[in-house]
């Protein structure tokens, strides 16, 4: 029965996701409970097969245009594929935290007191195009306009005291570091808020309800209403009762609750599924919400009942604004089947009726043009919009781009733009707008984007980023420099690839940024990847890069491995369908193996004998010990069937001693070969029930195997025929992508091990 719940509210969510795709799969209720990822994954590809996507993008009449919610699902795909069953693309009934907490309670809830971990960032970023996170939305104190609150998609609440100069996380260890909503209430001189929990707008993380905090966000309670991360609700909009701060509403994708005492109980008001739900600024018992599907909705008895008082067939995503300035006045941004602009509405009755203003035909403010010139956007994922509490007739819409209006929403002008000026016309601003919040009554401008923060005082003539000090980047994978101390580059979701050499952080590459490595040698020499395996290279630390990927034909995974060889740092591997070698660094590829079919997503090379090299797609291992010219499958006796490989490594003196993680919530984490793979040993006792995502030796400890094991929540240690430990003191409540460990083999207490996180940036 859990499956099926945690199922439908994953079709739920999806039901915004640009729809085309979807309308191929189920469409009643009782048979969406049934959908599996291989589901999901089917439906998607068939829809966009015609249009031969490659990389994100396909031409229509000549034009190269962006395939809608491409990446967003990509990601989606990226992070679940490895922890379904594998077999039959069964979502898992239990979440990481969830299996975490049966790990606490079998240890006597001792938490772990190894590790001693610090956070390496990134936390500065030059704005504009540059970002460090994705933000979800923003909250005020109502007595100090220096003290805020936001919150991020993974990477939990912060907060500022000085006006977005330095920001301090404050819910690290809240059993869900998404946040989606943020109210913020004085209470005797201290700010007492509720936190909406999860990611509304890409699921990077499910909610756990609404959590309270009455000192300012120092500790944390649950709320009367409380969920399980594997339940898969999400949280679209919370919002307190100006009149009466014991009334609270919230808008999830189970329909609307309500609380009349301060979150202590929760009743259930509506089954609609409102995507924003907003008060009339001068009549809190009128309240006006909006759909997925293109439905605007009233009430005027405090949510007791809904009316649909105007639909738009061609309508999905929606978004609410109402000025102080003038109640009367409401508007409606809407997007989209392609989830470009449908259009904007305006009612001047209080909601009772609407009239079209402006049209998505006109002009696609959602799409990634200057002049909206395109027909697409990302409608379903990034969409939001705010009227100046001062002045009705100005708002701001944001979606890719953030677009202004002075009369009404009858005509806009772009006023940032993601990655240039647009002729003077706009400031150069992180892309993807989830949330536009005006601060305390002013017309001061706060927006969240995939990137941060930014704020504008002078109506979005100049924009300034305030993310500096948030760390909530999602990093996928990192590089370690062994040739100097201080030198480590990070592939981060939406905000590329980044170094960091003594300290401090740049960017190097744009996009996603995916795995990387520095050569051992020279840490001039560095690598960095996009998606699907375009691998670039520098020479003198990212001053300039060529791309090294271009003559290897296809393409690769989402996140492709490739590494250095760890005895001739010339040669160079990486997975496509196949694995390919260079002799060059990169200049030119040979195929050293034939099988074909499924991507790699894991690699690895043997330190003390190059010939050995083992590579693996989700379920299938592979080796040779000859340097390509023969391959053995070694998966048998590794449990493929019910959990996923995710990494592979090599004892760094022993060719034939590997160890493979699996990402499954089960007993399955960690297993060991001594004999090149012929026969395969179950080493996870003392590892929480979690997906182990990497394992990595310390070749420093010449005594014994010493393993670390990076997981769901948290990092692992086992040494020799030891269990694992915990050996995570300090790190947050987040998924740990990778382990990678800088050797000072002259003084071996300077050696440090360092994660990547998916929400909270590096950790050492």
């Not at 500022?160 to 998404?178: K, R």
């Not at 995507?275 to 809190?284: A, C, L, P, R, V």
Request: proline share 2%; glycine share 10%; hydrophobic share 30%.
């Amino acid at each position: 029965m859990l499956l099926s719940v945690i199922l439908l509210l994953i079709s739920t969510q999806f039901s915004a996701f640009s729809q085309e795709w979807k309308e191929s799969l189920p469409q009643d209720r009782e048979a969406q409970s049934q959908l599996t990822f291989f589901d999901y994954q089917k439906a998607f590809n068939d829809y966009w097969e015609p249009f031969n996507v490659e990389e994100g993008y396909y031409t229509i009449n000549g034009e190269k245009k962006k395939a809608a919610g491409w990446k967003q699902f990509k990601r989606w795909e990226w992070y679940w594929e490895s922890r379904v069953n594998p077999v039959t693309g069964e979502f898992p009934e239990v979440s990481a935290m969830e299996r975490f907490d049966e790990y606490l309670k079998a240890n006597g809830n001792q938490r772990s007191v190894s590790g001693n971990w610090t956070s390496m960032g990134p936390s500065s970023s030059t704005g504009g195009y540059a970002g460090i996170g994705r933000l979800n939305c923003i909250g005020f104190s109502p007595t100090d306009n220096n003290r805020f609150y936001v919150g991020a998609a993974a990477g939990g609440i912060w907060k500022t005291t000085d006006g977005g100069s330095t920001w301090t996380a404050i819910g690290d260890d809240n059993a869900a570091l998404g946040v989606s909503d943020i109210i913020v209430v004085d209470n005797a001189g201290t700010d007492e808020i509720y936190m909406a929990t999860g990611d509304r707008d890409a699921s990077d993380t499910y909610s756990v309800g609404v959590l309270k905090s009455t000192d300012g966000g120092s500790t944390w309670t649950t709320t009367g209403l409380s969920w399980t991360q594997s339940q898969a609700y999400l949280i679209n909009r919370l919002l307190m009762d100006p009149n009466n701060n014991s009334i609270l509403y919230a808008a999830t994708n189970g329909g609307l609750y309500k609380t009349t005492n301060g979150g202590t109980s929760w009743s259930q008001i509506s089954t609609t599924v409102f995507k924003d739900i907003e008060f009339n600024t001068s009549n809190s018992a009128m309240l006006f919400g909006s759909s997925g599907w293109g439905d605007i909705y009233r009430s005027t008895n405090s949510g007791s009942s809904w009316t649909i008082v105007h639909s738009e067939s061609g309508g999905r995503n929606t978004r609410i604004a109402v000025s102080a300035d003038n109640s009367s006045n409401v508007y409606v941004v809407m997007a989209n089947s392609s989830s470009g602009l449908h259009g904007i509405y305006k009612s001047t009755n209080s909601g009772l009726t609407y009239t079209e203003v402006f049209s998505g035909s006109t002009t696609n403010m959602l799409d990634w043009a200057c002049d909206g010139s395109g027909s697409g956007g990302q409608g379903w994922y990034d969409l939001c919009l705010a009227a100046d509490p001062n002045d009705a007739d100005v708002l701001f819409v944001g979606g890719v781009n953030t677009w202004k209006s002075v009369d009404g929403g009858s005509s806009w002008n772009i006023t940032n733009h993601w990655s240039g000026t647009c002729g003077g016309q706009a400031t150069t601003v992180h892309a993807d707008k989830h949330y536009l919040e005006f601060q305390n009554g002013t017309s001061t401008l706060f927006e969240c984007n995939d990137g941060g923060v930014y704020k504008t005082s002078n109506g979005g003539n100049s924009w300034t980023d305030i993310s500096n000090s948030l760390v909530i980047s999602q990093i996928y994978r990192i590089g370690v420099a062994q040739s100097v101390s201080n030198d480590v580059i990070c592939g981060l979701q939406d905000n590329g690839t980044k170094n960091q050499e003594n300290g401090i952080w740049d960017d190097v590459i744009g996009g996603d940024g995916m795995d990387c490595a520095i050569d051992p040698n020279n840490a001039n020499i560095q690598y960095g990847e996009l998606y699907y395996g375009n691998i670039k290279k520098t020479t003198n630390h990212w001053f300039s890069y060529v791309t090294i990927s271009d003559n290897i034909p296809g393409s690769g995974a989402w996140v492709t491995p490739y590494v250095i060889d760890p005895n001739n740092s010339q040669v160079l591997y990486v997975g496509y369908d196949d694995l390919f070698k260079s002799t060059n660094q990169g200049s030119s590829w040979t195929q050293i193996s034939s099988w074909g079919g499924s991507k790699l997503k894991s690699l690895a090379v043997a330190a003390s004998n190059s010939q050995y090299i083992y590579t693996a797609t989700n379920t299938t291992l592979y080796k040779t010990a000859n340097g390509g010219t023969s391959w053995t499958d070694i998966s048998s006796g590794l449990p493929v069937f019910s959990s996923n490989i995710t990494f592979i490594s090599v004892k760094h003196d022993d060719p034939n001693t590997i160890w493979v993680s699996l990402s499954g919530f089960n007993s399955e984490g960690v297993y060991q070969s001594t004999n090149g793979g012929s026969s395969w040993t179950n080493i996870s006792t003392g590892l929480p029930q979690l997906p182990v995502n990497c394992v990595i030796q310390n070749r420093q400890n010449t005594t014994v195997s010493e393993l670390y094991a990076a997981t769901d929540v948290g990092v692992y240690v086992k040494v020799g025929t030891a269990n694992w430990t915990a050996f995570y003191t300090g790190l947050p409540n987040v998924p740990v992508n990778e382990v990678e460990i800088y050797y000072d083999d002259v003084v071996t207490s300077n050696s440090k091990i360092r994660a990547a996180t998916y929400g909270r940036g590096l950790w050492e």
